[in-house]
């Protein structure tokens, strides 16, 4: 399987289950799994994680199981996630009770509206949009001095 620079993912690192997680691709090609739980080696970008694992070019790696794309669903609400109704309006969980999902009203966000549970909203036409993996421009030195007005020099963190 192959992954876009910035995607979600899930997988198990040495047996432990990671959740919330990216892929990060160097700029030679070598991926990271970027997270926050098993340190490794440095991805040349960490994609806000503390940490990062390096992976083989293809994905894999020999304490590396399950990695696998992220993909939300109703069996597993998550705050912040956004669903539409049939109209395309948007509501975003606030907060999820046992099998209750509690959404917001979809001019606001944060103010909630009603709760439902996972079939009611598939009944009432309910989708969930998908997150998309973040989009990188490459610049050159050059253009970023361009872009500042004087010569620039990059910090590490």
Known sequence: MKFKHGEKVTCEIYGEKITDAKISIDKDGTPF???NIKDGND?????????SWILRK??????VTNLKSF???FDNPQIGDEYKDENGYSRFVLGVLGRVIHLSRWDDKDAYWSSYT??????????????EPE??????MEEVCEKFGHKVKIKKD
């Not at 991805?43 to 940490?51: R, S, V």
């Not at 996972?118 to 997150?131: A, F, M, P, R, S």
Request: with cysteine; glycine share 4%.
């Open 33 to 35: 799994i970027c997270q």
């Open 43 to 51: 991805a040349e970008d960490k994609l806000g994680y503390k940490y």
């Open 58 to 63: 293809d994905f894999t790696h020999s304490y």
């Open 71 to 73: 993909i939300k669903s």
């Open 118 to 131: 996972k079939e009611e909203l598939i009944k009432n036409g309910y989708t969930i949009v998908q997150d």
């Open 135 to 140: 989009e990188y421009k490459e610049v050159t």
